[in-house]
């Protein structure tokens, strides 16, 4: 895990996985199915922060390096 990736809020998650091309598919308790069109699919906790640990999770799903998600941060 890169040490770069602290916590986040969920909508700062969700905005870069959108800026990608994932797109919200359905809820399921609490958690947020977003899906590329790879048919990649990442799972997002809607708890408001997304922990450093469970960020890296979902960035494994989506495919993502830590250094490519920073940089969709801005």
């Given at each position: 895990?890169?040490?770069?990736l602290a916590?986040?809020?969920?909508?700062?998650?969700?905005?870069?996985?959108?800026?990608v091309?994932?797109?919200?598919?359905?809820?399921?308790?609490?958690?947020?199915?977003?899906?590329?069109?790879?048919?990649?699919?990442?799972?997002?906790?809607q708890?408001?922060?997304?922990?450093r640990?469970?960020?890296?999770?979902?960035l494994?799903?989506?495919?993502?390096?830590?250094?490519?998600?920073?940089?969709?941060?801005?």
């Open positions: 895990m890169s040490p770069a916590d986040l809020p969920v909508r700062k998650v969700i905005q870069a996985l959108e800026s091309g994932f797109a919200y598919v359905r809820t399921k308790g609490s958690h947020a199915v977003y899906r590329d069109q790879q048919g990649r699919v990442a799972v997002i906790p708890h408001g922060v997304v922990k640990g469970t960020l890296a999770s979902i494994r799903q989506a495919g993502l390096t830590p250094a490519e998600f920073l940089k969709l941060l801005g």
